[in-house]
């Protein structure tokens, strides 16, 4: 710990003597400093132990001498050391009591104790306790390496909260708690989801202090909160709460731990982009019918997951004002979650586009539907097999179209083929196509000429069968005979041909009034 005015009391070569402040002996030096000036504040910086002779101070005026300590006082001086024997021959009442009076440490300087021995013991204790700062640093880091070596980064906590004696916990690339020791810091952990959430919107190395209430018993930690990596964005966080500022040799384990957490939880850019030609390399063989082929190069890496049904997603940007790296951030939740679940998950760029392949009912197609990535639009197949990977990209294509087209996050394949066709033909130009192809017919009923759209929905409805239909409508056959004469000569077109009564029936449903 730093030199404390109890320390330099207790020091055997000083011979001081405590005049006023015995019950703030505690407090730390961070350095003597001696000036002779009436007022020194504007050249202290707190902490100091202030050394003086009195050369230039009344210091035998209650009045001045209260002025004077309060100055100091609020400075934040540590301590004020007062020589006898050159100006004064013995420490004034007035300073002892305006030093009581204030509560400012007041120790007597004796004639044999030179200001330079005070300075040089306070320097002296000073480069022993960062000594044993540094020292108790590298040993922790030597115990932080052997832990994370030995058994990975929850023994690596473990080790970190005991040096601070705190807690700490690590979240993923999600944000998500992934280790923490205690076990009962990852309550408190998870509370600081938000925080750690705009920490990693910084670009790494980055870092802040936030404050946190424990456990409803009023107390609140001091929670340091530090990304990991050193891309543009964080590949997880480290949380290291306690109950007051972090120490010389506590910080030395902080960073340390930083470091050792980066290198677990980071991988390489040049791997990660390794690993994206692979699977890329492996999406291409098996969209060009190559299964055999893709399983031989995906070999350990992504060999399970081509041995069981899995899902191909296709993800793309909702608009061109989609927030920069939502397509990474996206890749991030989705491998975090394959990492958690312990399930392979293969995540590569698409041209502007993310193509996943993950498996089947599992966590990761689980965490797309819940991915709350905003400016993203997702498109899921049905589940597949190696080779039937061109299918279900297609499949995917497809649900990535309606769900654009809808306002839709996420749109599986199986609502396409379970639903219904009409809500598909929901877009302008369908629309547009329908109003002019019935526009004439519309027009014609308008005038109150006859119910030609009315008849033409009957008569389609009951696949040209005349008797019911017109039963539908009560009239009587040859009326609606007539009428779907007159439908034929205002279109120019023949009900007799399946493809313009195909035509007429969805324009029907599109432009239902």
Do not use: C
């Amino acid at each position: 710990m730093p030199p404390t005015l109890a320390s330099l009391v207790q020091h055997s070569a000083l011979h001081l003597r405590v005049r006023a402040g015995e019950e703030l002996l505690r407090t730390p030096v961070r350095w003597a400093h001696a000036s002779e000036l009436a007022d020194p504040v504007p050249y202290m910086e707190g902490g100091e132990l202030l050394l003086v002779t009195a050369t230039t101070l009344d210091a035998e005026d209650p009045a001045a001498m209260t002025a004077y300590v309060r100055r100091l006082v609020g400075a934040g001086v540590a301590g004020l050391g007062f020589a006898v024997g050159v100006n004064y021959d013995s420490v004034p009442e007035a300073l002892i009591a305006a030093a009581r009076a204030e509560g400012l440490p007041l120790l007597e300087v004796p004639r044999r104790t030179p200001f330079l021995a005070i300075s040089k013991a306070v320097s002296a204790a000073i480069a022993a306790d960062q000594y044993r700062a540094v020292t108790a640093g590298f040993e922790a880091q030597r115990e932080l390496t052997r832990a994370a070596l030995a058994d990975g980064p929850a023994a690596l906590l473990a080790r970190l909260a005991a040096h601070v004696d705190g807690w700490a916990a690590l979240y993923d690339a999600t944000g998500a708690v992934v280790a923490a020791a205690p076990e009962w810091a990852a309550r408190r952990a998870a509370r600081l989801t938000a925080d750690v959430e705009r920490l990693r919107e910084r670009p790494a190395p980055a870092s802040v202090v936030v404050g946190h209430t424990g456990h409803g018993d009023g107390a609140e930690d001091r929670v340091e909160l530090q990304s990991l990596g050193t891309g543009r964005r964080a590949g997880g966080a480290l949380a290291v709460g306690t109950g007051a500022a972090l120490g010389t040799a506590e910080r030395y384990a902080v960073h340390s731990a930083v470091a050792l957490l980066t290198l677990t939880t980071e991988r390489s850019r040049a791997l990660r982009e390794a690993e994206q030609r692979l699977g890329a390399a492996v999406l291409r063989m098996l969209l060009s019918g190559q299964p055999d082929h893709a399983r031989s190069v995906a070999g350990e890496l992504y060999g399970g997951l081509l041995d069981a049904p899995f899902r191909l997603l296709i993800a793309e940007p909702d608009s061109d004002t989609t927030e920069p790296g939502a397509l990474e951030a996206l890749a991030d939740t989705l491998e975090a979650a394959g990492a958690r679940a312990g399930e392979a998950v293969l995540a590569v760029p698409d041209g502007e586009r993310l193509a996943v392949l993950a498996v089947d009912g599992g966590a990761v197609v689980a965490a797309a539907g819940g991915a709350a990535v905003g400016g993203v639009v997702i498109g899921l197949s049905a589940p597949t097999g190696p080779i039937a990977v061109g299918g279900a990209y297609k499949q995917a294509e497809a649900a990535l179209s309606v769900a654009r087209r809808r306002g839709r996050v996420l749109v599986e394949h199986e609502e396409l083929a379970a639903g219904s066709i009409l809500p598909l033909l929901a877009d302008d130009a369908v629309r547009a196509f329908a109003d002019g192809l019935l526009r004439a017919l519309y027009e014609h009923d308008a005038k109150g000429r006859g119910d030609l759209v009315a008849s033409l929905r009957a008569w389609l409805s009951r696949h040209g069968q005349w008797d019911a239909a017109a039963a539908d409508l009560g009239v009587h056959r040859h009326t609606l005979r007539y009428r779907m004469r007159r439908v034929e000569e205002i279109l120019g077109r023949s009900l007799d041909d399946p493809d313009v009564r195909m035509e007429l029936w969805l324009s029907l449903k599109t432009t239902e009034r």
